[in-house]
């Protein structure tokens, strides 16, 4: 008897019927905050590094203001934000600059709920896209991660809302889970544009796997000199076959979640992923890349901003697990 057969001789619903009450309980879920405060309180952090990494050298003027203000491009008036505050003048960008960091803080600890959350994503977006050609994809990560946070109750614990409003820095209560789905999925959507749009030869067998080296000895990117590299080559081409094959496989974590999430339905396939968990072999390769790139490249928080996104990988209770485990390892 087929899986549908059976689902109606049991009295459940099929079809059209069965797939919505599928995503309706899907999205129904709620769990612990805490997986959400953790990525909550990473995004905060590179928020705020990537806005001192501009502030600290000096380039807030250079940058976001418009070349009739002193600045060097013709930036004109920006976003609604902007606009609203004058365009890109120097007045209306260190306004931004101060609100954007000053709400990024408050992301970090926890103060405001989604206001904070929602102030910290509006201002930024308005000061690092006025200028296309000083915009990285990491500002898309960071802007994405920061509207995920008005989406979801991130500071239901680990916050100093949590304290003023419990006495206490941790809390039990659950808020719903979709917004950590949604985050695993920006970031698997991250990994899999990211890959595809690796189509020149140097990332595939006929061009020799030879983007990584390529990388390592332009003087843009680089840290240091790697011209040493030319002594391990192969080494660079193993690294740049795993990374496009990581990003472009990325999409296979969804599908791990589906069967782990459907496990007692029949099917090789899924009995074969409900025994395996990806996430560790995904994030050890993804930690060994970046930890690669912030050694060797400087690209910017990009590294930082993906990693951060790896902490909704993992269920609150598999986190409270872990912190638990930690704790009777340092007590013997």
Same mark, same amino acid.
């Given at each position: /008897? !087929?899986?549908?057969?059976?689902? !109606? +001789?049991?009295?459940?619903? &099929?079809?059209?019927?069965?797939?919505w009450q599928f995503w309706v309980a899907l999205f129904d879920r709620r769990e612990a905050a805490t997986s959400l405060a953790c990525f909550r309180i990473a995004v905060g952090l590179v928020a705020i590094y990537s806005l001192l990494d501009v502030g600290l050298t000096g /380039?807030?003027?250079v940058l976001w203001v418009d $070349?009739? !203000?002193?600045? $060097?491009?013709? @930036?004109?008036?920006? %976003?609604?934000l902007l606009t609203l505050l004058g365009g890109a003048?120097?007045?209306?960008?260190?306004? =931004? $600059?101060?609100?954007? =960091?000053? !709400?990024a803080v408050l992301v970090t600890v926890g103060l405001a709920g989604r206001m904070s959350a929602l102030v910290a994503g509006? &201002? $930024? *977006?308005? =000061?690092?896209?006025? %200028?296309? %050609? +000083?915009?990285?994809?990491?500002?898309? =990560?960071?802007t994405n991660a920061l509207w995920l946070l008005v989406l979801g109750d991130a500071t239901r614990t680990l916050s100093l809302d949590c304290r003023l409003r419990t006495g206490r820095f941790r809390s039990d209560l659950h808020i719903p889970a979709w917004p950590r789905y949604l985050a695993v999925f920006q970031m698997v959507v /991250?990994?899999?544009?990211?890959? *595809?749009h690796k189509l020149s030869s140097a990332w595939l067998p006929m061009g020799g796997y030879s983007a990584l080296y390529d990388v390592l000895q332009e003087p843009t990117w680089r840290r240091f000199d790697m011209r040493w590299t030319a002594h391990v080559y192969p080494l660079t081409q193993l690294a740049t076959a795993t990374t496009w094959f990581f990003?472009?496989?990325?999409?296979? *974590? @969804?599908?791990w979640f589906y069967f782990r999430h459907t496990r007692e339905r029949p099917g090789r396939a899924r009995a074969w992923f409900a025994r395996r968990d990806l996430r560790f072999p995904f994030v050890a390769i993804g930690l060994v890349l970046h930890l690669g790139i912030l050694v060797t @490249?400087?690209?910017g928080p990009f590294s930082w901003a993906a990693i951060a996104y790896y902490l909704c990988l993992w269920h609150p209770d598999e986190l409270a697990g872990a912190r638990a485990w930690t704790m009777r390892r340092a007590e013997r």
């Open positions: /008897m !087929s899986a549908v057969a059976e689902a !109606s +001789a049991a009295g459940k619903p &099929t079809g059209p019927r069965a797939r /380039m807030i003027d $070349y009739h !203000s002193g600045g $060097y491009a013709d @930036l004109g008036t920006g %976003n609604w003048t120097p007045e209306a960008v260190r306004v =931004l $600059y101060a609100a954007a =960091l000053g !709400s509006q &201002t $930024y *977006l308005a =000061l690092v896209f006025v %200028n296309g %050609n +000083a915009t990285g994809g990491y500002d898309a =990560l960071i /991250m990994y899999t544009c990211t890959g *595809l990003e472009v496989g990325a999409p296979l *974590l @969804l599908v @490249l400087n690209v």
